[in-house]
C-alpha cells in the first residue's frame, strides 16, 4: 500500500513539476542601441550600441554637434564607455526607428552631463517627447543617469524628438535604446487603490520607471537581468532599518505555470527579501516601511514582487501590505495562491490615486489572523509613474510653445484644450515645487545613476577576509562596545553568571542597560591565531544577518582583551538536549524542525552571497536554540570563504572537530562546502540517536557515531540504534527519509554530497511525512507534501551505490567525549557549559 501511494504521488509531483516554467524565452523583436556622437560601435554585453555618426537612417537634425570627454570618473559600470560621448542638439532633432511589431517597447536614455569646449551639457534644457507622450518636460540632467519609459507602440515607426526649451538652451543625449518588452510584462488591467476597485487602461499609459528596487540582497545589475533591467537595493529607502532584515534563498526560487517568469523578475530579486526583524519578540506588531520621493500630481503603478523563501513550511505566512495608508492586501496568504508551493515567485499590479503628496510609502506588517511567529515580507517593488490627462509625464507642458508643428503637438494641442486652462496652471505650480526639491535634493535620479551602484562590490567578502582588516569604530561590524559597559553588562564579569567554558575562554550571561539579555564571550589574552579567529568571527557575523545565524550584537577589543557579545539564546547547545545533561527530551518533530533551522543557516551561509562560506565547524555544540527552541548557527571563528578564493589558505592545517570531521578534507585538505555538509550528516545522526559521536567507552565498532549509524542505515534497519526516547514515535516514511539524508551527505566523496539546499528539502519532506501521520486529513495531507517537494528530491530515490567510510580517521586512546573540542582550542564553543 505504501509503495502503492508513492508511485501515485510521484506521478502527482512530476506533473507539478511539469507546470513549472524553466527557461527565459524572450527574444525582443524590436531592438535599436545607438551610441550618440561614437565613432564606434560599442559593446556593452550582448547589445551592440550602434555609432549615429556616419550614414544614420534614423536620427534627423539640422546640425551634427559631436562632444566627447576623456573624463575616468566614469569607470565603474560596464556601459561607461555610452557615456563618453553625447550629441548635442540646439534645435528640434528626431530619432525615428522602425517598428516591426506593435506593442510596448522600452524607451531608455543615457545622460551624462561634461563639458567640451563651448558645450557646457550642465546647462542643458530641454524635452523629450515620443508617440504622444511628453517623456521629459525642461529636462536638466544631473550626474550619469539613465530614464526608462515604455510605451505601447502601435504604429509602425517610433519617433522621439528631443527639443531645446529656448532658442539660448541646448539638448543631447549620450545613448539611447528602443526594445520590445514582452507582452505579458504590463498587461491592461491593476488594482485601484483609491477608490479600490479594477483598473483598466494600462494599454495606453505611457509609463517612467521611477524605482526598481531588490528587497533585503544587493543591486542587480543589467547584465543579470532578462530584459536589462537594474535594480537597486532597498537599504536607503527603509524608513527604520533596524526593524528590517535581510534573508536570501536565491536557488530555491520556482516560477509558477502561467504567473510571474523570470522576466517579470529574475530569481536574483525573488531569491531575497527584506522581513520583518521579529525575533526577539513573538508578539512583534510593527510595520516594515519604504519611503519615496515621487512627483505629485501624477498616478503610479506599483508592483510588488513576492516570493515566500522564508517559511519552513506552507500556510504559516500571513501578512498585510499597505500602499500609504491604504490596506492594499489584507491578510495576504502566498501559499494559498500558490497551491502550497514555497518560493513560488508572485506579483500584484496596484495603481494609486493621484495626490500632492511627494512621498509615497509601501508598508508591510503582520496580519491579525496569523496564529504563527508574526512576519511580512517584500522581495522587490517597482514604481512607474503614470502618464497625466495632458499625456504627459512631466510636470511640465510648455512643449506646445517651444517647438514647431508636428503631428505630436496636435496630440498635445488637443490635449491642453480637453485638460483646460486650470490643469496647465496647477501643472506650473507642481513643476516650480518639484524643480525646487529635486535641487535640494538629489532626488532618484541618484538611484539610478550607474554610480550609485556598489552594493554589489561591497559584498566581496574575498579581500576583506585576506587582508586581516583592523577592527575600528569606523568599520561596520556591529557596535563597539567600551570596555567598562562590557564589565558593567556582566557584573564585573562575575564567576557566578559564568554559562560556559572552553579552551578559548570562557562564556558569561550578561545584560545589556536598555535590559538586553547577551552572552558574553571573554577570550584568554591574544593569542596570533585567537585574534585571527576573532576578527573573522566579527567579520562574518556583521555581514551574515539571518534568522538562522546566531546575531552578534558587539565586540569589545580595547585593552588587548577579545570579547564578542551574542544575542542571548535561552536553550543553549543542541547538544545539551541531546545527551550528557538533565534536559527534557526533545520530540520528534522539535528535533526535525531545528535540523531544519540549523540546516536554513548552513544554506545561506553556503548561497546567500556571491562567494560561499564555508562555517568548517558544524557541531551540535555549534548549533544554539533559542527560547522557542529555533536553532542557530554560531561560532563562526574558523569559517572561510569558497574555494576559488581561498588559494592562500590552501596549507592551512586541518580544523574541525573529531568526529565530525570530513575524512576527505582530512586527506586532501581541500575545502569546500561539502565538508558542512559531511559534518551536518554527523549532527542528523547524533540527533537521531542522542549519544556523543566519539564515545571511547564504548566497544570498538561503536565508538565512531558516523561508522557505526551508517552500518545501520545501509542494512536498512537504523531504527535498531536510535534514541530510546524516540522509539516507535517516528513514522517509518519520516525515518527513512532522515536516514537517506543523512547517509547521503556522508559520502565518501564530495561530489556524491547533496548541496545543503538539497539537505534542507529532503529535512522539509521527513517533516511533513511525519506529520502526515499525525494529521490524518488524506486530502490536507497531499497538499502539504507536495508543497514541499523540490526537483532535487528525485535525487535521492535513485538508489546510489557509492559506498561510504567514515573510517577515515581512527580513534583509538581517547578518554574523553572529544567531540566538543575544535582541533584549533580557540573559541571553539559558545555558550552554556558542556556539563563536563
Ligand atoms: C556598427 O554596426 C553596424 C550594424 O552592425 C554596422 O553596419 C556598422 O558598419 C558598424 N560601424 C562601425 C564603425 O563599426
Ligand atoms: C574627441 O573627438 C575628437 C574629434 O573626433 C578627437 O580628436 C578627440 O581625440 C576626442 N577626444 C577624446 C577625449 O576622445
Ligand atoms: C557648467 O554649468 C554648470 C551649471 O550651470 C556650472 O555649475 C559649471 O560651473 C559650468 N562649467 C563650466 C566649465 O562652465
Ligand atoms: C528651461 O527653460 C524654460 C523655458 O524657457 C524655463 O522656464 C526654465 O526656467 C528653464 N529651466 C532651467 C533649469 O534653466
Ligand atoms: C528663436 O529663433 C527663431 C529663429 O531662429 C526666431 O524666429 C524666434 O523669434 C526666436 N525666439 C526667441 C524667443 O528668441
Ligand atoms: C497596445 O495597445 C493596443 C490598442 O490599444 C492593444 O490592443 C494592445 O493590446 C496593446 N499592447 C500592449 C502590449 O500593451
Ligand atoms: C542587506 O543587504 C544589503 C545588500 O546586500 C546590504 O547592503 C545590507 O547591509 C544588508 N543588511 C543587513 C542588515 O544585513
Ligand atoms: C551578474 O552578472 C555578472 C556578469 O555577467 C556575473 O559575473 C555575476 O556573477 C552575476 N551575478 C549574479 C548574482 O548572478
Ligand atoms: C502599519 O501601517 C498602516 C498604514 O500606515 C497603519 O494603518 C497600521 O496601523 C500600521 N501597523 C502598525 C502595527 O503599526
Ligand atoms: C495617458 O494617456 C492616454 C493616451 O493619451 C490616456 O488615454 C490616458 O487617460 C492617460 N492617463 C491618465 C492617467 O490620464
Redesign the pocket.
Given at each position: 500500500m505504501m509503495g502503492c501511494g508513492n508511485f501515485e504521488f510521484l506521478i502527482w509531483v512530476s506533473f507539478i513539476l511539469s507546470l513549472f516554467w524553466f527557461s527565459t524565452g524572450f527574444t525582443p523583436a524590436d531592438q535599436h542601441f545607438i551610441d550618440c556622437g561614437s565613432p564606434t560601435n560599442t559593446t556593452v554585453g550582448v547589445r551592440v550600441f550602434i555609432s549615429d555618426t556616419s550614414a544614420s537612417n534614423f536620427l534627423s537634425t539640422p546640425q551634427n554637434i559631436l562632444v566627447n570627454t576623456s573624463s575616468n570618473s566614469i569607470t565603474l559600470t560596464d556601459d561607461s564607455q555610452l557615456y563618453k560621448t553625447a550629441r548635442v542638439f540646439t534645435k528640434s532633432s528626431k530619432y525615428t526607428f522602425p517598428i516591426s511589431q506593435s506593442g510596448r517597447h522600452w524607451i531608455r536614455l543615457y545622460f551624462f552631463?561634461f563639458?567640451y569646449k563651448n558645450y557646457?551639457?550642465?546647462?542643458a534644457n530641454f524635452s523629450v517627447s515620443a508617440q504622444n507622450y511628453l517623456l521629459l518636460g525642461n529636462f536638466n540632467p544631473e550626474g550619469v543617469s539613465v530614464k526608462e519609459f515604455s510605451v505601447n507602440v502601435t504604429s509602425s515607426t517610433l519617433v522621439i524628438t528631443f527639443t531645446p526649451a529656448n532658442n539660448n538652451s541646448l539638448a543631447f543625449l549620450n545613448a539611447l535604446e528602443v526594445v520590445s518588452v514582452p507582452d505579458s510584462l504590463i498587461t491592461d488591467d491593476a488594482t485601484s487603490v483609491n477608490p479600490t476597485g479594477k483598473f483598466q487602461g494600462l494599454f495606453t499609459q505611457a509609463l517612467e520607471t521611477v524605482f526598481r528596487v531588490n528587497m533585503g540582497g544587493p543591486s542587480v545589475s543589467f547584465e543579470n537581468d532578462t530584459l536589462w533591467r537594474t535594480w537597486v537595493p532597498d537599504q536607503g529607502f527603509l524608513v527604520l532599518q533596524n526593524v528590517a532584515r535581510n534573508y536570501s534563498a536565491i536557488p530555491a526560487v520556482k516560477y509558477p505555470a502561467g504567473g510571474a517568469t523570470p522576466d517579470i523578475a529574475p530569481a536574483t530579486v525573488y531569491g531575497t527579501c527584506t522581513e520583518m526583524n521579529s525575533l526577539s519578540d513573538p508578539n512583534s506588531n510593527f510595520n516594515v516601511t519604504w519611503e519615496f520621493t515621487v512627483d505629485p500630481g501624477f498616478q503610479y503603478l506599483v508592483r510588488f514582487h513576492f516570493c515566500d523563501i522564508v517559511s519552513t513550511s506552507p500556510y504559516s505566512l500571513y501578512f498585510d501590505v499597505y500602499i500609504d495608508s491604504w490596506l492594499v492586501a489584507p491578510d495576504l496568504d502566498l501559499s494559498t495562491i500558490n497551491l502550497g508551493i514555497l518560493a513560488t515567485a508572485y506579483y500584484m499590479d496596484f495603481v494609486t490615486s493621484s495626490n500632492d503628496n511627494s512621498k509615497l510609502r509601501i508598508s508591510i506588517g503582520p496580519s491579525s489572523v496569523s496564529k504563527t511567529y508574526p512576519n511580512a515580507i517584500l522581495n522587490g517593488l517597482e514604481i512607474m509613474k503614470m502618464n497625466n490627462s495632458l499625456g504627459s509625464l512631466s510636470g511640465v507642458v510648455s512643449m506646445v510653445s517651444s517647438s514647431t508643428n508636428t503631428k505630436n503637438n496636435v496630440g498635445m494641442l488637443v490635449g491642453l484644450i480637453v485638460g483646460a486652462f486650470v490643469a496647465v496652471v496647477l501643472a506650473a505650480v507642481l513643476f516650480l515645487i518639484c524643480r525646487r526639491r529635486k535641487r535640494a535634493s538629489l532626488g532618484h535620479s541618484k538611484t539610478w545613476g550607474p554610480f550609485s551602484i556598489n552594493g554589489g562590490t561591497s559584498l566581496t567578502m574575498g579581500s576583506k577576509y585576506s587582508n586581516g582588516t583592523t577592527l575600528s569604530a569606523g568599520s561596520n561590524f556591529g557596535y563597539r562596545f567600551p570596555f567598562v559597559a562590557v564589565q558593567e553588562a556582566t557584573n564585573n564579569f562575575d564567576e557566578s553568571w559564568v554559562i560556559g567554558i572552553g579552551g578559548f575562554g570562557k562564556v558569561y550571561k550578561g545584560t545589556l542597560n536598555d535590559g538586553t539579555q547577551v552572552a558574553v564571550k571573554r577570550g584568554n589574552p591574544r593569542s596570533q591565531q585567537g585574534l585571527a579567529e576573532f576578527r573573522t568571527e566579527i567579520e562574518m557575523l556583521s555581514q551574515f544577518r539571518h534568522r538562522h545565524l546566531v546575531s552578534l550584537i558587539g565586540y569589545c577589543d580595547e585593552k588587548n582583551e577579545m570579547i564578542l557579545i551574542y544575542e542571548y539564546m535561552e536553550n543553549g547547545t543542541l547538544k545539551s538536549h541531546l545527551y550528557g545533561s538533565n534536559q527534557p527530551s526533545l520530540s520528534w518533530k522539535e528535533r526535525l524542525e531545528i535540523c531544519i533551522g540549523a540546516a536554513r543557516g548552513l544554506h545561506y551561509l553556503h548561497t546567500g552571497y556571491s562567494k560561499a562560506v564555508i562555517h568548517r565547524d558544524v557541531k551540535s555544540a555549534n548549533i544554539l536554540l533559542d527560547e522557542n527552541l529555533m536553532a542557530k548557527v554560531a561560532d563562526f571563528g574558523l569559517s572561510k570563504t569558497g574555494p576559488e578564493i581561498d588559494q592562500t589558505h590552501v596549507s592551512t592545517a586541518v580544523k574541525g572537530s573529531f568526529g565530525y570531521l570530513d575524512p576527505e578534507y582530512f586527506r586532501r585538505q581541500q575545502l569546500t562546502e561539502k565538508s558542512d555538509v559531511y559534518s551536518f550528516g554527523v549532527v542528523l545522526f547524533e540527533v537521531l540517536c542522542a549519544r556523543p559521536v566519539i564515545d571511547p567507552s564504548r566497544p570498538r565498532e561503536m565508538v565512531n557515531l558516523a561508522e557505526w549509524a551508517m552500518k545501520w542505515q545501509k542494512t536498512g534497519q537504523l531504527e535498531q540504534i536510535i534514541d530510546p526516547n524516540l522509539a516507535g514515535k517516528i513514522k517509518p516514511d519520516s525515518l527513512r527519509k532522515f536516514g537517506e539524508t543523512a547517509e547521503k551527505c556522508l559520502a565518501e566523496f564530495g561530489v556524491d554530497r547533496p548541496p545543503m539546499g538539497d539537505v534542507l528539502w529532503n529535512l522539509e519532506y521527513a517533516l511533513q511525512l511525519h506529520e502526515a501521520v499525525l494529521q490524518n486529513d488524506p486530502e490536507e495531507n497531499s497538499t502539504n507534501v507536495i508543497g514541499e517537494l523540490s526537483p532535487q528530491i528525485n535525487n535521492f530515490d535513485h538508489a546510489d551505490s557509492s559506498t561510504v567510510s567514515a573510517a577515515q580517521f581512527e580513534v583509538s586512546s581517547m578518554d574523553d567525549d572529544l567531540s566538543g573540542i575544535s582541533m584549533s582550542r580557540v573559541f571553539s564553543q559558545l555558550v552554556k557549559s558542556e556539563g563536563r
Open positions: 552631463p563639458v557646457n551639457l550642465s546647462t
